[in-house]
């Protein structure tokens, strides 16, 4: 496979927390990030990955990830706007969740079960996704990180707060710690 695995960036770091840069050469080095980021997606075990997760402050997100038919769905998108279905007609999924830039805890999180995600690929062309079931997921939980959001910003103060006390715990408890 081609691409570099980068270390993934952890929760606290600024990239993180801060609203990332619209991509505006759609160039090689774009298609080398890309390559990087599925190369540091598939190497910490994830089903997506945004930019700013390896550090790098622009609108792109990779996932490789299935559907509720378990239907699996690979690409990238770049400068993605989320659409999210009408008041009305939304569904809430309550499934667990979780995130490379936070090892190890899971929280459940009440999302949309359907989610579509209008931008580009890494040439430039326009691309829609729409998801279901995991999918759907995360395409909002890589677009949240584009927007300078975790998942546990989503999450009420009593929760947010025990995962980043058992994150803290097994940050302590590991070699690398």
């Given at each position: 496979?081609?691409?570099?695995?980068?270390?993934?960036?952890?929760?606290?770091?600024?990239?993180?927390?801060?609203?990332?840069?619209?991509?505006?050469?759609?160039?090689?080095?774009?298609?080398?990030?890309?390559?990087?980021?599925?190369?540091?997606?598939?190497?910490?075990?994830?089903?997506?990955?945004?930019?700013?997760?390896?550090?790098?402050?622009?609108?792109?997100f990779v996932y490789d990830c299935p559907?509720?038919?378990?239907?699996?769905?690979?690409?990238?998108?770049?400068?993605?706007?989320?659409?999210?279905?009408?008041?009305?007609?939304?569904r809430l999924d309550d499934s667990d969740?979780?995130?490379?830039?936070?090892?190890?805890?899971?929280?459940?999180?009440?999302?949309?079960?359907?989610?579509?995600?209008?931008?580009?690929?890494?040439?430039?062309?326009?691309?829609?996704?729409?998801?279901?079931?995991?999918?759907?997921?995360?395409?909002?939980?890589?677009?949240?990180?584009l927007e300078g959001k975790v998942y546990?910003?989503?999450?009420?103060?009593?929760?947010?707060?025990?995962?980043?006390?058992?994150?803290?715990?097994?940050?302590?408890?590991?070699?690398?710690?």
């Amino acid at each position: 496979m081609a691409g570099h695995a980068r270390p993934i960036t952890l929760v606290g770091t600024p990239v993180l927390h801060q609203p990332c840069r619209p991509v505006e050469d759609f160039d090689a080095a774009l298609r080398e990030l890309a390559d990087d980021m599925f190369a540091s997606m598939y190497e910490a075990d994830g089903v997506g990955l945004a930019a700013n997760q390896i550090g790098v402050d622009l609108c792109v997100f990779v996932y490789d990830c299935p559907d509720a038919d378990g239907e699996r769905h690979k690409g990238v998108l770049v400068n993605p706007v989320l659409e999210l279905p009408a008041l009305e007609n939304r569904r809430l999924d309550d499934s667990d969740e979780g995130c490379l830039s936070l090892p190890g805890p899971y929280a459940r999180l009440a999302r949309p079960d359907h989610a579509t995600v209008h931008g580009f690929d890494v040439t430039g062309n326009a691309v829609t996704v729409e998801g279901t079931g995991l999918l759907a997921r995360c395409l909002q939980h890589e677009t949240d990180h584009l927007e300078g959001k975790v998942y546990i910003d989503r999450l009420s103060a009593r929760t947010r707060k025990k995962v980043l006390k058992e994150y803290e715990a097994l940050r302590a408890e590991s070699p690398a710690g």
